[in-house]
């Protein structure tokens, strides 16, 4: 039997990939081997650290991996069942490469890899995940990855970090002192379902919070049985929608199936904005250095190409300065890493923190929003209303069959409306309007991994995005108006 064809399922981020035909044991192993030598062993590191989630295929698959680490004489600790974040904390607190194995919200035939450097650094394309997946692949061939004769094996050990971790963020977030809230959460049957009772409960051995917490689908199961763990499809959110308004609930939380990922419901049901939490959380933060001593000029934070104008527009009214970048989480990592900034928020609800090395946890981000809430007596669709200035279409996705074409016509009708461009990640055409004559900006920028055009628009008003909003699929699209 041939060896599968690791270039067709390891991307531009992580491996992601059908079990067994893509992903098994032999495959993991090979991983593991190729994570040491070009990961591990060059950074001198005492050890790697290796975490699963919940899906049938985990713990095998993440034990193969430790094994193929430790035929290299490099220790390997497994830290078991943990959410993405999790294994970024372990990574970050004991200063080890990692990886952690999920495939997030995909179907339960799936699993995947998210590798990181020591301290969560990320491990992508362009920074040792091809030299990974090439030399992993060599090995699968029979190539000489598997000459570790003579190397003393390294050992494979057990360590639980579950209440470090919730100990750890509960120190970032101060929830002890908060009015009481309902808050429901649905997990989706992943890991949120194993961390919320740690973080926000009692769960790891923690003081009780003023929180009483409804929980929707804690059970740990990777087949998925109630619904996909992707709360950015509307349709995930139905039932945390239906039980915060039925529980009476001040706040309902989603997580996605490895629990990096959180969606927030305000009290009447009604999913609130990820921009509109980037920008309420940074203005948390923004206080925060204040506080600390540091002035607002030199707090930075980070925002991507598809984030609300309004989030820009309150960092530069706390006086800190924001900075955009592309979509993807290497590009938030890499710019914050850069600039120093103190946090990053993404519109697919991924948010990031200079404090947590960087790296992006939902549960962080859930708490700064209970924290905020708390601390006040308005309803959270109020408190939440000074961050949601404008009207969003939300991502709108057009099969196309030449991108660029498509592209260049829109932009030729936008150019007629007086919009100005850039092009820093696919095509941002702003109108900055006037007296009369509403604000609108779209952005328009084609998939990596699929023929599809992705659409963004937001404006002024309702109106006017669903004028441009048509204006443009129709130019797409090729239908006439």
């Given at each position: 039997?041939?060896?599968?064809?690791?270039?067709?399922?390891?991307?531009?981020?992580?491996?992601?990939?059908?079990?067994?035909?893509?992903?098994?044991?032999?495959?993991?192993?090979?991983?593991?081997?190729?994570?040491?030598?070009?990961?591990?062993?060059?950074?001198?590191?005492?050890?790697?650290?290796?975490?699963?989630?919940?899906?049938?295929?985990?713990?095998?698959?993440?034990?193969?991996?430790?094994?193929?680490?430790?035929?290299?004489?490099?220790?390997?600790?497994?830290?078991?069942?943990?959410?993405?974040?999790?294994?970024?904390?372990a990574s970050g607190a004991l200063g080890l490469p990692g990886a952690?194995?999920?495939?997030?919200?995909?179907?339960?035939?799936?699993?995947?890899?998210?590798?990181?450097?020591?301290?969560?650094?990320?491990?992508?394309?362009?920074?040792?995940?091809?030299?990974?997946?090439?030399?992993?692949?060599?090995?699968?061939?029979?190539?000489?990855?598997?000459?570790?004769?003579?190397?003393?094996?390294?050992?494979?050990?057990?360590?639980?970090?579950?209440?470090d971790y919730a100990a750890f963020l509960r120190s970032l977030v101060?929830?002890?002192?908060?009015?009481?809230?309902?808050?429901?959460?649905?997990?989706?049957?992943?890991?949120?379902?194993?961390?919320?009772?740690?973080?926000?409960?009692?769960?790891?051995?923690?003081?009780?919070?003023?929180?009483?917490?409804?929980?929707?689908?804690?059970?740990?199961?990777?087949?998925?049985?109630?619904?996909?763990?992707?709360?950015?499809?509307?349709?995930?959110?139905?039932?945390?929608?239906?039980?915060?308004?039925?529980?009476?609930?001040?706040?309902?939380?989603?997580?996605?199936?490895?629990?990096?990922?959180?969606?927030?419901?305000?009290?009447?049901?009604?999913?609130?904005?990820?921009?509109?939490?980037?920008?309420?959380?940074?203005?948390?933060?923004?206080?925060?250095?204040?506080?600390?001593?540091?002035?607002?000029?030199?707090?930075?934070?980070?925002?991507?190409?598809?984030?609300?104008?309004?989030?820009?527009?309150i960092i530069a009214a706390e006086g800190a300065k924001p900075v955009?970048?592309?979509?993807?989480?290497?590009?938030?990592?890499?710019?914050?890493?850069?600039?120093?900034?103190?946090?990053?928020?993404?519109?697919?609800?991924?948010?990031?923190?200079?404090?947590?090395?960087?790296?992006?946890?939902?549960?962080?981000?859930?708490?700064?929003?209970?924290?905020?809430?708390?601390?006040?007596?308005?309803?959270?669709?109020?408190?939440?209303?000074?961050?949601?200035?404008?009207?969003?279409?939300?991502?709108?996705?057009?099969?196309?069959?030449?991108?660029?074409?498509?592209?260049?016509?829109?932009?030729?009708?936008?150019?007629?409306?007086?919009?100005?461009?850039?092009?820093?990640?696919?095509?941002?055409?702003?109108?900055?309007?006037?007296?009369?004559?509403?604000?609108?900006?779209?952005?328009?920028?084609?998939?990596?991994?699929?023929?599809?055009?992705?659409?963004?628009?937001?404006?002024?008003?309702?109106?006017?995005?669903?004028?441009?909003?048509?204006?443009?699929?129709?130019?797409?699209?090729?239908?006439?108006?």
């Amino acid at each position: 039997m041939n060896a599968p064809i690791l270039a067709d399922f390891i991307k531009a981020y992580d491996v992601r990939g059908v079990v067994p035909d893509q992903l098994n044991v032999d495959v993991a192993w090979a991983l593991g081997s190729a994570f040491a030598q070009v990961v591990a062993l060059p950074e001198q590191a005492e050890a790697v650290v290796v975490g699963h989630d919940m899906r049938p295929s985990s713990p095998e698959l993440s034990r193969a991996f430790a094994d193929g680490v430790a035929a290299h004489g490099v220790d390997t600790i497994l830290i078991g069942l943990c959410s993405t974040d999790g294994l970024y904390y372990a990574s970050g607190a004991l200063g080890l490469p990692g990886a952690m194995f999920t495939a997030s919200h995909n179907p339960a035939q799936y699993n995947g890899i998210k590798m990181c450097r020591a301290g969560a650094r990320p491990v992508g394309q362009d920074s040792g995940l091809a030299q990974i997946r090439d030399l992993g692949q060599a090995i699968l061939d029979g190539g000489n990855g598997f000459a570790t004769e003579g190397t003393e094996p390294g050992t494979v050990t057990e360590r639980d970090v579950l209440g470090d971790y919730a100990a750890f963020l509960r120190s970032l977030v101060d929830l002890s002192q908060v009015r009481p809230l309902k808050v429901v959460v649905d997990a989706g049957n992943g890991m949120g379902g194993h961390t919320v009772p740690a973080v926000l409960g009692t769960g790891a051995g923690l003081p009780a919070l003023p929180l009483e917490v409804v929980d929707l689908y804690f059970e740990l199961d990777g087949t998925f049985p109630n619904h996909e763990a992707n709360p950015l499809e509307p349709e995930n959110l139905r039932d945390l929608q239906a039980a915060v308004r039925e529980h009476g609930a001040d706040i309902g939380l989603a997580f996605d199936g490895d629990a990096d990922r959180c969606f927030v419901v305000d009290e009447r049901g009604e999913p609130v904005s990820p921009s509109a939490i980037t920008a309420m959380v940074a203005t948390r933060e923004i206080a925060r250095e204040r506080e600390a001593g540091t002035p607002a000029s030199d707090v930075r934070i980070v925002y991507n190409v598809i984030s609300s104008a309004a989030v820009p527009e309150i960092i530069a009214a706390e006086g800190a300065k924001p900075v955009r970048t592309r979509v993807g989480h290497s590009f938030i990592k890499d710019e914050m890493a850069r600039e120093g900034a103190v946090f990053g928020g993404e519109h697919s609800a991924h948010y990031y923190f200079r404090d947590f090395w960087f790296a992006d946890t939902g549960m962080l981000a859930a708490m700064h929003v209970l924290a905020a809430l708390g601390s006040q007596p308005e309803p959270l669709s109020r408190l939440m209303a000074a961050y949601s200035r404008y009207a969003a279409s939300g991502e709108i996705n057009s099969t196309v069959a030449d991108a660029a074409a498509a592209t260049a016509t829109v932009r030729e009708w936008a150019e007629g409306q007086g919009a100005e461009f850039d092009t820093l990640d696919g095509l941002t055409a702003t109108h900055t309007g006037g007296d009369g004559d509403p604000m609108w900006w779209f952005n328009l920028r084609a998939s990596n991994t699929e023929p599809l055009l992705r659409l963004n628009v937001e404006a002024a008003e309702e109106a006017t995005m669903e004028r441009v909003r048509d204006d443009v699929l129709a130019l797409v699209r090729g239908e006439a108006r």
